[in-house]
């Protein structure tokens, strides 16, 4: 009798469980609440609307710059440019993995992680282990050799001591071409890149002519909008020799990258490739240091950021202003210049540096962002077209083409804002426009990143984590 009421009581409380709700929508339990922190070292830019392009009279660029009143999402952005330091991390970790993939060939069950130790499921390709220590000095002579395909050969070395071949840093990753699969036309299917064959879709009976018409949401084969890129990530040292001719540059200029003297220095001589692909590390080196963390997440991708993010961020929160400062003018009332620019028809050291400066030497803007004027301009993820304001839409404005090797010089430009150390104040302005080319690299182009916020409550204690040197 003891145990029936047992059985009883046992069967109530399943059942009570399996109403529960009472028959409501109320959504799939169980899932883990989403939180993610305020990625270290960079600001909330809040959404807005505001007037994108010129905002006073410009005659020479008025259809360059067409004022548009646009709006932006909200977004996280870095609170200053990426400095040498820091991409200096991204090339230490290419070097590391080519080094582990190098020796994982002689010893693969120190390097390589061949299968997953709770379900013994192989891995096909392994991963690379990176708690193996790597011993550069090892005293083992089939490591030293295995290492030694990473140094300069004798006969290249400018010093007796062993050199890393910066020309074999190259790094490999994928990205979907998300543009290229919301295309809502396939009636002639193609990709930039790839043909897709009628064997890809899977094909509607009873109206076929409706599945190439029509987005191909029963799409077979995803892999042709996967594609592969390998770039080598060493920043061009010699770029300021190359870029001003007729000028001495001294010794300083070719250490600039790897002497901790510039360490909190905006890295420069990378180009508009190599800046996405430091993007696209970054992502996955966090997703990485997350993956099985209690109560973490995936975060949302680390990007550049388009055009009209970008404004949005210098103009910090105003809607008018010429200089991200606020003001119509390049000095405060104390007279003191507020950026890294070219001043007084090229007094370069009146406003306290002549290339260069390190990161957050000037005030922020109201956002907290720091050096959206001067010191290096910045690449953005937008490609440059004169009437792309015109042909762009008004919510989160964006122009893209992903230009090949093969495309004329003019699809290879990409927008550059916020002027630097060699401009004059005009190119400092939040509004102005400028390009390069995206496999070119400057001495004075350098880039910053932004995350898409996820809609998450915001934490407004001011001692958020903050990477501002001082």
């Not at 200096?88 to 994982?104: E, N």
């Not at 050969?153 to 007796?160: D, K, L």
Request: include cysteine; aromatic fraction near 16%.
């Amino acid at each position: 009798m003891k145990k029936l009421l047992i059985y009883s009581a046992l069967l109530i409380f399943l059942i009570s469980c399996g109403n529960s709700g009472n028959g409501e929508l109320t959504g799939v339990k169980g899932r883990k609440r989403y939180y993610s922190p305020d990625p270290f070292g960079m600001v909330y830019v809040p959404m807005g609307s505001y007037t994108m392009g010129v905002s006073d009279e410009d005659m020479p660029y008025a259809q360059l710059n067409n004022p548009k009143t646009v709006t932006v999402e909200a977004f996280y952005m870095d609170q200053t440019e990426i400095t040498n330091n820091e991409y200096r991390q991204f090339v230490y970790w290419v070097r590391d993995s080519i080094a582990r993939r190098i020796l994982g060939e002689t010893k693969p069950e120190d390097y390589f992680i061949s299968e997953n130790p709770k379900t013994k499921e192989a891995y096909d390709p392994p991963f690379l282990n990176w708690e193996a220590k790597l011993n550069w000095n090892s005293d083992q002579q089939d490591v030293r050799d295995a290492l030694a395909q990473l140094y300069l050969p004798e006969n290249e070395r400018y010093y007796r001591r062993k050199e890393i071949d910066t020309r074999k840093l190259y790094y490999e990753y994928y990205f979907i071409d998300l543009k290229a699969a919301a295309k809502k036309n396939h009636s002639s299917p193609q990709t930039p890149d790839v043909t897709i064959s009628s064997e890809a879709f899977k094909v509607n009976t009873t109206n076929k002519d409706a599945s190439w018409n029509n987005r191909p949401q029963g799409f077979n084969d995803r892999k042709v909008f996967v594609h592969r890129e390998t770039i080598n990530v060493f920043p061009d040292t010699l770029c300021w020799i190359h870029d001003y001719t007729y000028s001495f540059n001294d010794p300083s200029t070719e250490k600039y990258f790897w002497h901790p003297a510039y360490d909190n220095y905006p890295v420069v001589g990378v180009n508009w490739r190599q800046a996405n692909a430091f993007c696209i590390w970054r992502t996955q080196f966090k997703n990485s240091s997350l993956n099985g963390k209690k109560g973490e997440t995936f975060i949302s991708d680390f990007r550049l950021p388009t055009e009209g993010e970008w404004e949005w961020a210098a103009r910090g929160g105003y809607d008018g202003n010429s200089y991200p400062w606020g003001g119509p003018y390049t000095r405060n009332d104390k007279g003191c210049f507020l950026a890294n620019f070219k001043p007084m028809r090229g007094d370069y050291i009146a406003d306290g540096g002549g290339k260069t400066v390190i990161v957050a030497h000037y005030p922020a803007n109201d956002y907290g962002l720091y050096d959206m004027a001067g010191n290096v301009a910045e690449w953005t993820i937008t490609a440059f077209h004169p009437s792309s304001y015109n042909i762009s839409w008004d919510l989160n404005p964006d122009y893209k083409y992903n230009a090949k090797e093969t495309d004329p010089p003019a699809l290879k430009r990409k927008v550059t804002r916020g002027g630097s150390w060699k401009d004059v104040a005009y190119f400092l302005r939040v509004s102005t426009r400028a390009y390069e080319y995206q496999d070119t690299s400057k001495c004075y182009i350098g880039f910053r990143c932004v995350q898409s916020y996820l809609g998450r409550q915001r934490d407004d204690n001011p001692a958020r984590a903050s990477k501002v040197y001082r």
